[in-house]
Structures are given as structure tokens and as C-alpha cells.
T-cell receptor, first 113, second 114 residues
């Protein structure tokens, strides 16, 4: 593994179902982020984590939860999916919260029907 | 409120010609400014940043950007475009004192034609 991996690559999900998007990094970065990308809106921050054991809310956190049990993993959970959560989800990491550069995973394309 | 505007959804340029992708920002205090590029079906890749110092910053793949404080702009430029530069470009801003929050523009699709 080199960098950030995300799984699944894509998923079609029925509304009301629970779904966890996985994100793993092997760079030992302290900070991790989840974004959603929607056409015409760019990327919007959902949740972030400055270090293992801590999380924080971003710009659009409603309907999503995260955990950070260790440095490498930062899963994003949709407890009860709704069609408005159809989007492309990107996980990112940075060496520290104050680092200037973020490294992005390849993304997960989620369709909620 | 912090925000970034990319006024052009798409920019078309011929290979070998100079290119400019526009970005304006609104942030309280001094901004940290970034450009990222996204190729199809890939995550974003860092191109360059402005933190402080010279207003003209140079980045990857021959790109550069000019910070203009009075116009609150941070336009991306390249003297001679390549077909391989065709991609989606995002401008982003981060507050100096709120490093968790990156605000991205809506993106500009750059088309470089042979």
C-alpha cells in the first residue's frame, strides 16, 4: 500500500440502509479528513480528525459519523442513507493538522436510490 | 464567511498557448491559498501553495500562481499549455488560525486542444 486507499470504489445503496466507507493510509499522518464532491459545489468537508482518538465536524456533518481508533484508519458511516448523500467521497490526510498539503485517496462513488 | 470562487466552469486553450484559471477568495485574516488538480477518476493532487513571501509561487508541472492581495485573487497560470494538462482544477483557501477547514472552489475544467 502506498498513500491512501478507499473502499469500496463504488456502491449503489438503498435509502435507509447503513453504509461504512473505509479509508486507510500508510503514511503515518496524524490528520485525516472526509470530503464529499458534488457537481458545481466543489469539495465540502464532512468530518476531520487531528489525531487518533479525536474527531471534529466539518462544513456538512449531518447524517455522517466517523471514528479514529488508530492512526491509519478513518471510516465514515452513513447510519441511514438518503438520496441527497449521493456523491463522490474523498478521504484525505496530512502530516499534521497544520500541514499545508493534503493527500487524497481515489474516492468512493456512492449512489443512494 | 470563508469562500472561494472560480468564476469559470470551463477554460479552453490551444496547446502551446498560455493558460489562466481564475480564483478569488474571501477569508478573514491572512489566507493560505492552494491549487489542486484532479484527473478523471482520481483524487486531488497538490499543485502549489501560497503562505507568505513572493506573490508569484511556482509549483508542479510548470504551473505558477500569482497572489494579489488587493484583488483577493490567486490565479493559476502556465506559459505554454500541454494536452496532458487537461483536468479539473480546484482553488482552496485555509484560514491561518483554523487549519482544519479547507474551503474549495467549485472547480474549473481545463481543456487543452492539440
Amino acid at each position: 500500500i502506498a498513500g491512501i486507499t478507499q473502499a469500496p470504489t463504488s456502491q449503489i445503496l438503498a435509502a435507509g440502509r447503513r453504509m461504512t466507507l473505509r479509508c486507510t493510509q500508510d503514511m503515518r499522518h496524524n490528520a485525516m479528513y472526509w470530503y464529499r464532491q458534488d457537481l458545481g459545489l466543489g469539495l465540502r468537508l464532512i468530518h476531520y480528525s487531528n489525531t487518533a482518538g479525536t474527531t471534529g465536524k466539518g462544513e456538512v456533518p449531518d447524517g455522517y459519523s466517523v471514528s479514529r481508533a488508530n492512526t491509519d484508519d478513518f471510516p465514515l458511516t452513513l447510519a441511514s442513507a438518503v438520496p441527497s448523500q449521493t456523491s463522490v467521497y474523498f478521504c484525505a490526510s496530512s502530516d499534521s493538522p497544520s500541514s499545508y498539503e493534503q493527500y487524497f485517496g481515489p474516492g468512493t462513488r456512492l449512489t443512494v436510490t | 464567511a470563508q469562500s472561494v470562487a472560480q468564476p469559470e466552469d470551463q477554460v479552453n486553450v490551444a496547446e502551446g498557448n498560455p493558460l489562466t484559471v481564475k480564483c478569488t477568495y474571501s477569508v478573514s485574516g491572512n489566507p493560505y491559498l492552494f491549487w489542486y488538480v484532479q484527473y478523471p477518476n482520481r483524487g486531488l493532487q497538490f499543485l502549489l501553495k501560497y503562505i507568505t513571501g513572493d506573490n508569484l509561487v511556482k509549483g508542479s508541472y510548470g504551473f505558477e500562481a500569482e497572489f494579489n492581495k488587493s484583488q483577493t485573487s490567486f490565479h493559476l497560470k502556465k506559459p505554454s499549455a500541454l494536452v496532458s494538462d487537461s483536468a479539473l482544477y480546484f482553488c482552496a483557501v485555509r484560514e491561518m488560525n483554523n487549519f482544519n477547514k479547507f474551503y474549495f472552489g467549485s472547480g474549473t475544467k481545463l481543456n487543452v486542444k492539440p
